[in-house]
Every structure is written in C-alpha cells, then in structure tokens.
Nanobody, 112 residues
C-alpha cells in the first residue's frame, strides 16, 4: 500500500511559478507515475508522466513550462509560466506492483 499526499498548491498570478510535491508513505518501485489535473466541469487529464525508464511525456499545453521529476519518496511538478487555464485540482498518481494509487489533490489557482 502506498499513501500519497500532495502539497504546494495555492493562488499565483499569471506568469508565476509553483512547485507541487507528492509525498509517498514509503519508498516504492513503479512502472509509471504522473500528475493529472481536473478543472471544474472538465474531465481529469494527464499533465505529465514519467515512466520507469525515465521517459517523460507532457500534454501539449504545458510543454516547455512544466517539469516532472522524482526522488525516492517524492514526486515533483515544477510549473513555470502559469496561465489561468492551468487552474485546476492537481493529483499525483503512481502505478506500483500492478496497483494504482492516487493522492487527494491540491488546488492550483492562477489569477489573470
């Protein structure tokens, strides 16, 4: 079992930066980790993914602005050049041992 807790969200002006963290309850091996977001009235979407090989992928709208990374117990999402369209609840997700784990989410609000 892996418990995930996100932090680092908040209110920021357009053009600003935030760094989201996702703390895991223990070290883990994984096949896939990712950051997702869900805006009001919209479906949850993958923002950034990181495979076990180290390969990353990003939704087109955040390429060049967001960076996903990890260490032994935390997953990070560095967000630069934030735009009002980035406003959403952000969730981390881990696939480990054939199971999928989600955090509870952290709110990011970007003011224009």
């Amino acid at each position: 079992q892996v418990m995930l807790v996100e932090s680092g969200g908040g209110l920021v002006q357009a053009g600003g930066s935030l760094r989201l963290s996702c703390a895991a309850s223990r070290t883990f091996t994984f096949s896939d980790i990712g950051w997702y977001r869900q805006a009001p009235g919209k479906e949850r979407e993958l923002v950034a993914g990181l495979g076990a090989s180290g390969r990353t992928n990003y939704v087109d709208s955040v390429k060049g602005r967001f960076t996903i990374s990890r260490d032994n117990t935390k997953i990070y999402l560095q967000m630069n050049g934030l735009e009002p369209e980035d406003t959403a609840v952000y969730y981390c997700r881990v696939v480990s041992g054939g199971r999928t784990y989600w955090g509870q989410g952290t709110q990011v609000t970007v003011a224009s």
